[in-house]
């Protein structure tokens, strides 16, 4: 999924694991509507070896900052996030970006989730204070189930960077900003909160514009 505006404000968005980059249309729609440039890379694809964790969280971290060095312009003001594990790739790939000495604006991690593959060894990325030179946002479901347990979800990400705005949706599920049959089957197996899952998705998508024209300042809609 891809899509432009005339602004100089780029989100780079990561799926969650194996989701359809189409299945964030919905949660996305509204900032390519107030001017934000959104792109949703698919940057592998559900084989053999990802399917039994061979594609690490850090390895798509690694292939997101060479997607954004290949297919972001220098002069453009750019955002990278992602939801569930996508959050997390995004969160490793925000500081590979920082330490290419490449601007980077801002970082969005919908109910991100740390850890991996959970036979390889601990690689939690919050397990070492993150230092961005922004105020990183990290939106949390309340009710991310067994897909986000307490042990991995948003407040690890919180607490790992001390500057972050935090922002809980307490009735929230994990999977209820992903939408068409993608949304159904992750609603499913992670659970889902108990509101109107179109609401859910524009309160969501309504703390990203603001928070990323917070950025932009004022004079910019």
Request: hydrophobic share 45%; charged share 20%.
């Amino acid at each position: 999924m891809t899509a432009s505006s005339t602004s100089d404000d780029v989100l780079v968005f990561l799926p969650g694991f194996v989701v359809p980059s189409g299945a964030y249309a919905d949660l996305l729609q509204p900032l390519v509507d107030r001017g934000v440039s959104v792109s949703v890379p698919t940057l592998y694809r559900p084989t053999p070896r990802v399917l039994l964790g061979r594609f690490s969280v850090a390895d798509e971290a690694r292939v997101a900052a060479a997607y954004l060095e290949a297919n972001v312009p220098l002069n453009a003001r750019l955002f990278i996030g992602g939801h569930s594990r996508g959050g997390q790739a995004a969160w490793r790939a925000a500081q590979l970006v920082i330490r290419s000495g490449r601007p980077l604006a801002g970082l969005v991690a919908v109910d991100p989730v740390d850890g991996g593959n959970p036979r390889a060894r601990r690689d939690f990325v919050t397990d070492r204070p993150a230092d961005f030179p922004f105020a990183p946002l990290i939106i949390g479901a309340g009710r991310g189930g067994k897909c986000a347990p307490a042990d991995r979800n948003h407040a690890l990400f919180a607490a790992s960077a001390s500057n972050s705005k935090h922002v809980v949706f307490e009735d929230l599920g994990h999977g209820d900003v992903v939408s068409g049959r993608a949304g159904w089957a992750a609603r499913k197996l992670c659970g889902t909160g108990v509101v109107d899952v179109s609401c859910a998705r524009a309160e969501v998508s309504s703390v990203m514009v603001d928070y990323i024209k917070a950025v932009a300042g004022p004079g910019e809609t």
